[in-house]
């Protein structure tokens, strides 16, 4: 199992039991996201630890391709100069080298191959920790509208209870009819008491805010005639009675006279 594949596990181990315990969601995302990053670092301590590896291969496969280069000028400076026999042994030693640096070839490119790996599977890690912090946010609001909606929910289910409903309507009843027995007391009182001549007289006098009191106000105010039946002799306080006024003094100044005329003329 690799370094990744170990802390998957772990972190997927983390994540179920924050949430087997789920005692505070916030409080466990936190700790999540902290469990992640401190992975996340160890992860690069054996990122790290893996590309100083690859780097030291490299560099001891070049060392072996200059100690086989090496070796070979100076099998060419041997036969230059006549001994073949050290040149020989400049071959073999160059020949040595030779092969070492191609079985160093063969680990550091197996190594490379792995350390890019490594990379990518670390950038990848640190990207999914990145999103899991901006998720963090939208989860616990989650979480906080799910218990609003729960808490809600129960005490709806606790207003189902017809006996909360019943008390309620109970104390409203005996509310009410309080102000009914004071709102008697009080028309009891005023009933013994006081001057019974003068609310008689208080019934006497139009309301001011009577219908037909504003009809007959509205019609004088507009020089109407009051009309006939009961209107005709009702008069506004104040104002001059029906038959009266400028009426009363045409008639007494010869203004019958056309009446008689129309009467005279009736009778023909």
Do not use: C
């Amino acid at each position: 199992m690799g370094i990744f594949d170990k802390l998957s596990a772990l972190i997927r181990s983390n994540i179920n039991d924050a949430i087997a315990k789920a005692e505070n969601p916030e409080k466990m995302l936190n700790q999540v996201l902290l469990d992640m990053r401190e992975q996340l670092g160890k992860a690069k301590q054996e990122v790290a630890v893996a590309i100083a590896d690859e780097r030291k291969l490299k560099a001891q496969l070049e060392d072996e391709h200059k100690l086989a280069h090496d070796w070979e000028h100076r099998a060419m400076l041997a036969i230059r100069e006549g001994r073949d026999d050290l040149a020989k042994q400049a071959l073999l030693r160059q020949s040595e080298h030779a092969q070492r640096a191609m079985n160093l070839q063969e680990t550091w490119n197996k190594h490379s191959g792995e350390t890019e790996r490594l990379k990518e599977s670390l950038r990848a890690l640190n990207d999914k920790i990145e999103e899991a912090k901006r998720k963090k946010n939208l989860l616990v609001a989650k979480q906080k509208r799910a218990q609003a909606q729960k808490r809600i929910h129960e005490t709806m289910a606790g207003l189902n209870d017809k006996s909360a409903f019943e008390t309620f309507e109970r104390m409203a009843e005996k509310i009410e009819d309080s102000e009914r027995r004071a709102l008697a007391a009080v028309e009891v009182t005023e009933a013994i008491t006081g001057d019974t001549l003068e609310q008689e007289f208080k019934k006497l006098k139009p309301a001011d805010d009577s219908v037909d009191y504003r009809l007959l106000e509205l019609k004088q105010k507009m020089g109407m005639s009051l009309g006939s039946g009961n209107a005709s002799r009702t008069a506004l306080p104040g104002s001059a009675a029906p038959g009266t006024g400028s009426s009363a003094k045409r008639l007494g100044t010869g203004d019958e006279a056309p009446v008689k005329d129309a009467e005279i003329e009736e009778e023909a």
